[in-house]
T-cell receptor, first 113, second 110 residues
C-alpha cells in the first residue's frame, strides 16, 4: 500500500495564479483532511471530508476549495494564490473520523511570490 | 476558545535520559493524539488516547481526563528520538476537527 500520497512535493506560484494540490489514499478511509503548517503555529485545518460527496470547512478555509468525488482522492484548489498562502500543506486520512489513527502524506511545500 | 498548550517548547537531553513532554487542553475532549515529525517533515502517529495509558516500546503516553492533561514519556532516549512531538485533540463538540498544539522540539545529544 502506498498510504497517503501528495503531489507535487514543491511548488512556486506567482500571486494570482491558481493550482491544485493532489492527495490520494489507498486505504479506503472515509475521513480525509487538509492542513497547513506555518512556523511557530500548530497545524491548522483547512477543509475536511467524511466521505465521497461530503466536505466541510475547517479553521482556515478562505482562499481554498475542495471536492471529494471518490473515496480515494481529495484535491485542494488554490483559487488565486496569495503570499499569505506560502506554507507546507499536509493531507491526512483515517477510518471514519479523527478519533482514529491519522495517516499523513509527505507534504507539499508551496511558495507564493 | 478551545486551546491546546504544549510544554516545553524546546527540550535538549543527553542520550539515555528520561523525557517528559506535556499537553494541556481547555475543555473536554473525545480523543487525544500524539504525533512525531522528523526534520524533513514527515508526520507519523504515535498514540491515540481517550483514557488511561498506552505503551509502545520506549514510548509511554498517559492522559488525565479530570485535569485535562496528557504526557508523553520517552525512556532511555536516543539521538534518533530527536524530532518535533505534536499533541492534537478532538474537542467534545467537534467530532471531525482536530486542534493541534504548536509542538515540542526535542534534541537528544549523544
Amino acid at each position: 500500500n502506498a498510504g497517503v500520497t501528495q503531489t507535487p512535493k514543491f511548488q512556486v506560484l506567482k500571486t494570482g495564479q491558481s493550482m491544485t494540490l493532489q492527495c490520494a489514499q489507498d486505504m479506503n478511509h472515509e475521513y480525509m483532511s487538509w492542513y497547513r503548517q506555518d512556523p511557530g503555529m500548530g497545524l491548522r485545518l483547512i477543509h475536511y471530508s467524511v466521505g465521497a460527496g461530503i466536505t466541510d470547512q475547517g479553521e482556515v478555509p478562505n482562499g481554498y476549495n475542495v471536492s471529494r468525488s471518490t473515496t480515494e482522492d481529495f484535491p485542494l484548489r488554490l483559487l488565486s494564490a496569495a503570499p499569505s498562502q506560502t506554507s507546507v500543506y499536509f493531507c491526512a486520512s483515517s477510518r471514519l473520523a479523527p478519533y482514529n489513527e491519522q495517516f499523513f502524506g509527505p507534504g507539499t511545500r508551496l511558495t507564493v511570490l | 476558545k478551545n486551546e491546546v498548550e504544549q510544554s516545553p517548547q524546546n527540550l535538549t537531553a543527553q542520550e539515555g535520559e528520561f523525557i517528559t513532554i506535556n499537553c494541556s487542553y481547555s475543555v473536554g475532549i473525545s480523543a487525544l493524539h500524539w504525533l512525531q515529525q522528523h526534520p524533513g517533515g514527515g508526520i507519523v502517529s504515535l498514540f491515540m488516547l481517550s483514557s488511561g495509558k498506552k505503551k509502545h516500546g520506549r514510548l509511554i503516553a498517559t492522559i488525565n481526563i479530570q485535569e485535562k492533561h496528557s504526557s508523553l514519556h520517552i525512556t532511555a532516549s536516543h539521538p534518533r528520538d530527536s524530532a518535533v512531538y505534536i499533541c492534537a485533540v478532538l474537542f467534545g463538540g467537534s467530532n471531525y476537527k482536530l486542534t493541534f498544539g504548536k509542538g515540542t522540539l526535542l534534541t537528544v545529544n549523544p
